[in-house]
């Protein structure tokens, strides 16, 4: 059975820097495309980024230039660098397969 894991989440500043983690196991990761996708409070699903299978990344408008999506294939895993964090980006963080496969998140909090 397909499983995702999130991790890294927490409380940061504004303008401070976190590593998301997502551990994947259950299917062949290295052919799957791979996305982050967050909700805020009150708020409904927000694609995030995504990378496909070769390695292409895409990234949201409000996000570009700021987060960073990649993967290990060696080790399933999908990451997500988040630097200039700013108090919109507080949301539940998920890793996403192509499949709609989704892990159960991990809370990022922005605040001072």
């Known amino acids: 059975e397909a499983q995702l894991v999130e991790s890294g989440g927490g409380l940061v500043q504004p303008g401070g820097s976190l590593n998301l983690s997502c551990a994947a196991s259950?299917?062949?990761?290295?052919?799957?495309?791979m996305s982050w996708v967050r909700q805020a409070p009150g708020k409904g699903l927000e694609w995030v980024s995504g990378?496909?299978?070769?390695?292409?990344?895409s990234y949201a408008d409000s996000v570009k230039g700021r987060f960073t999506i990649s993967r290990d294939n060696a080790k399933n895993t999908l990451y997500l660098q988040m630097v200039s964090l700013k108090s919109e980006d507080t949301a539940v963080y998920y890793c996403k397969n192509s499949v709609g496969k989704r892990g159960q998140g991990t809370q990022v909090t922005v605040s001072s």
């Open positions: 259950g299917f062949t990761f290295s052919r799957y495309s």
């Open positions: 990378i496909n299978s070769g390695g292409s990344t």
